[in-house]
């Protein structure tokens, strides 16, 4: 099983590297990249040692904690991180693994279950943040013993169930399908299932809080504990509670995972449903710009699985959206805390958004279309959802109180300035079109920098006030915006 | 017009293309032939902008490959040896993308589309995903929007690949069409018989470099042979190494 797993992993790399120009013109520099991107040690161990780098940093402030309670809680909150990632990466890396064709060479040959390769192949790209929690564990360990060896099981167990859910959205709205009657509706179906279904951890905490007002003295395990992870991580103070709680998700997660394993190879193809009726054509032209923002997003709300990556940024700020909007008076500082970290995290989208064209990336270089053509219509596509939820929060706060409505500019700047630093970063001087690696080590420096550039902004509206702000991100987005213009 | 002098591409230390000198005029039809891995493919696709030369000068209708790659992919029309198309998206909708991109007008685009569907037959699949199409039709959508934009320089991959006998006809009649138009068309292709009989020049290519070049009669005269399937294996030095194959199998097998 491991060596296809190897010849899979260094497969998808190669032919990611293939679609860069730069890379492919040159057999020795290809080789050489290939070497560290398509090695799956190399590659581990590069990414890990990046992710280190939080990991110290994670387990520093557990060392600080000042009791065992303290100390848990915030281990819970780390351990969202690898959940987050084998989240993303089963998703978004299942549907471009298959988009690339690197399994149709095992399509023809007997084997039974061919998607345990693509489970083990995605869940390599897990190991880096696991690797990052590891700092954190033995901090635990040796501060307060066995909950520390639990918080291992419980990332790993967290880990696992990402990637099962992961499974479980790539199997089921992973293949694009288009056509037949109420299509579009369908697709805007599938579009909501996909938010309510990894929103379903938000909702089971939300719902357990309910129980604990409602039923304190009926239902006392809930009351102290939360089942949904990565809450119910904090559990492990209590080892013997911990370990029936972790033993319970394996019990669900064990059999769905093979159950999700069967299903999914039968299900590994581009297209599945097209259930077309005959239509006929109808020219619709549209700027070159605003065609390859409508192709893009198309695909990615036919591959809802890429359309996690896209709903990502939605899905960290959620919960804090949600509490601004139901908390009462509303303060001006929470909704612009909440500005701040959309416009982070929209970066995340830009390895999500190079994905989307897969090997049809070489169709585009037969088209004319210039490197800025293609940089801004990502740019838009990175930009479509974060955008719209940002100025939807604003607009929806505006409703209870309209003096927030002048923060609306500021809505729509920020998440542009931070993904047009994020082209910035991966297209500087690039004068062919071309898709980089992108990678889980290259989006954390990304978010290191994107934070300076945030946090820079932040201390002028703090120190200056909204107005100068405001005018230096966008002279800031001017200014990144020229440097990647061709 | 298409000129080509002393085109060379590297890859590495590798000499895909060992300059290559040839020129295809307005009307004609030029075959590009030559045995796998001979560098047809990337002499095609630097024809078409797509990869720079590494050496040598290419123009397309006086347009300079290594200066003004987007002015060549403007009037050029390319189609690769696989279909190479966005999956998910619906014919329709792949028309269109590839209409916007290339700025074509929709009175244009409606009456082009609807012209080629109706000569490949694809009427039906129109609301399908390309994804669950045949590799023919596939092929039909990949040499369709090849054309949509009225190119000037046709060139062409392999592009008879998966084809049924009716379209293959259609796209060769179009071909000549092109030619009639005064258009120049370059195509590859291992079905030797049709470059015979719808080449006007032919470039044989063997390890890079262009081994000989002519009419299809010139090329029989010069190698002694009868057909160009009989040039093409002498003049790549396949005649002998392809009867001793075959021997060799018959033993085997």
């Known amino acids: 099983m491991w060596p296809i797993v190897k010849i899979l992993y260094r497969e998808l790399h ?22 560290n991107a398509g090695d799956i040690k190399r590659g581990m161990a590069l990414q890990s040692f990046a992710f280190l780098f939080f990991g110290i940093m994670m387990a520093g402030s557990i060392a600080g904690a000042e009791d065992e309670t303290r100390a848990s809680v915030m281990f819970a909150t780390y351990a969202l991180l690898p959940f987050i990632m084998a989240l993303y990466t089963t998703t978004v890396n299942a549907s471009y693994a298959v988009s690339m064709g690197i399994f149709e060479p095992l399509k023809p040959l007997p084997i039974r279950t061919g998607s345990k390769y693509l489970s083990l192949l995605l869940a390599i790209d897990n190991v880096p943040a696991v690797i990052a929690l590891l700092p954190a564990v033995i901090v635990m360990t040796a501060e307060y013993g066995l909950p520390g060896f639990l918080g291992l099981l419980w990332i790993l167990t967290g880990t696992f169930l990402g990637h099962v859910l992961g499974l479980i959205v790539f199997t089921f709205f992973g293949s694009a399908s288009v056509g037949g009657r109420l299509s579009k509706l369908r697709t805007l179906a599938r579009t909501m299932g996909i938010i309510l279904f990894i929103s379903m951890f938000y909702a089971l905490n939300y719902f357990q809080e309910y129980v604990r007002k409602h039923y304190e003295e009926l239902l006392p395990f809930f009351a102290k504990y939360s089942m949904a992870y990565p809450f119910s991580v904090a559990s492990i103070t209590e080892p013997l509670s911990s370990l029936l709680l972790l033993l319970s998700y394996l019990t669900v997660l064990i059999p769905l995972y093979l159950f999700i394993l069967r299903k999914l190879w039968g299900r590994m193809d581009e297209v599945r449903g097209s259930h077309a009726k005959t239509v006929s054509f109808k020219a619709e032209t549209h700027s070159p710009l605003l065609a390859l923002l409508l192709k893009d997003l198309r695909i990615a709300f036919r591959k809802s699985a890429l359309l996690v990556g896209l709903i990502f940024p939605l899905f960290i700020i959620l919960p804090s959206a949600y509490n601004i909007l139901v908390s009462g008076p509303v303060r001006k500082w929470a909704i612009v805390s909440v500005l701040f970290m959309m416009a982070w995290v929209t970066s995340i989208s830009i390895d999500t958004v190079l994905k989307i064209d897969g090997k049809a990336f070489e169709l585009l270089q037969t088209l004319p279309i210039t490197v800025g053509q293609f940089i801004r219509g990502k740019l838009l596509v990175m930009n479509v959802i974060p955008v719209t939820a940002a100025v939807g929060l604003v607009l929806a706060v505006s409703y209870l109180n309209p003096g927030e409505i002048i923060l609306l500019p500021v809505a729509i700047v920020l998440p542009l300035l931070t993904s047009s630093v994020a082209m910035a970063f991966f297209y500087w001087n690039e004068r062919e079109l071309s898709v980089p690696e992108t990678n889980f080590g290259h989006v954390m420096i990304l978010m290191i920098l994107n934070g300076m550039a945030l946090g820079t902004v932040f201390a002028l509206w703090y120190f200056f006030g909204y107005a100068y702000a405001l005018t230096v991100a966008t002279l800031g987005l001017f200014l990144v915006q020229g440097a990647i213009s061709r | ?223 002694h042979e009868e057909s160009l399937e009989d040039v093409f294996l002498k003049l790549t030095e396949s005649q002998e190494e392809v009867v001793g194959i075959v021997q060799a199998l018959r033993e085997a097998l």
């Not at chain 2, 293309?17 to 990337?42: A, M, R």
């Not at chain 2, 790659?69 to 696989?82: D, F, R, S």
């Not at chain 2, 934009?149 to 006809?169: T, W």
Request: proline share 6%; aromatic share 6%; with cysteine.
């Open chain 2, 1 to 223: 017009m298409i000129r080509v002098e002393n085109l060379v591409r590297k890859f590495g230390p590798t000499v895909a293309v060992k300059g290559i000198t040839f020129t295809v005029k307005d009307g004609e039809i030029y075959g590009l032939l030559g045995p796998n891995g001979s560098g047809k493919s990337t002499t095609m696709k630097i024809l078409a902008g797509i990869i720079p030369p590494s050496e040598g000068e290419v123009t397309i209708n006086g347009i300079d490959v290594s200066k003004n790659p987007l002015g060549v992919k403007m009037i050029v029309g390319y189609v690769p040896e696989t279909p190479v198309l966005y999956e998910s998206l619906t014919p329709v909708e792949f028309f269109n993308f590839i209409g916007s991109v290339r700025g074509i007008p929709e009175e244009a685009l409606q009456e082009r589309v609807e012209t080629f569907i109706k000569a490949f037959g694809i009427e039906r699949y129109l609301g399908e995903m390309i994804g669950s199409l045949s590799f023919g039709t596939r092929q039909k959508i990949s040499l369709i929007s090849s054309m949509l934009h009225d190119p000037e320089v046709l060139i062409l991959d392999e592009a008879m690949n998966g084809l049924d006998p009716k379209s293959a006809r259609i796209l060769r009649e179009l071909l000549l069409q092109f030619r009639e138009e005064g258009r120049s068309v370059v195509f590859s292709t291992h079905v030797l018989a049709l470059a015979e009989t719808m080449c006007d020049r032919v470039g044989v290519i063997y390890n890079g470099e262009l081994i000989a070049e002519g009419t299809p009669e010139e090329l029989k005269e010069f190698a």
């Open chain 1, 14 to 35: 190669y032919r990611r590297l293939k679609s860069n120009p730069g890379i492919a013109a040159d057999p020795g520099k290809l080789g050489e990249q290939l070497k």
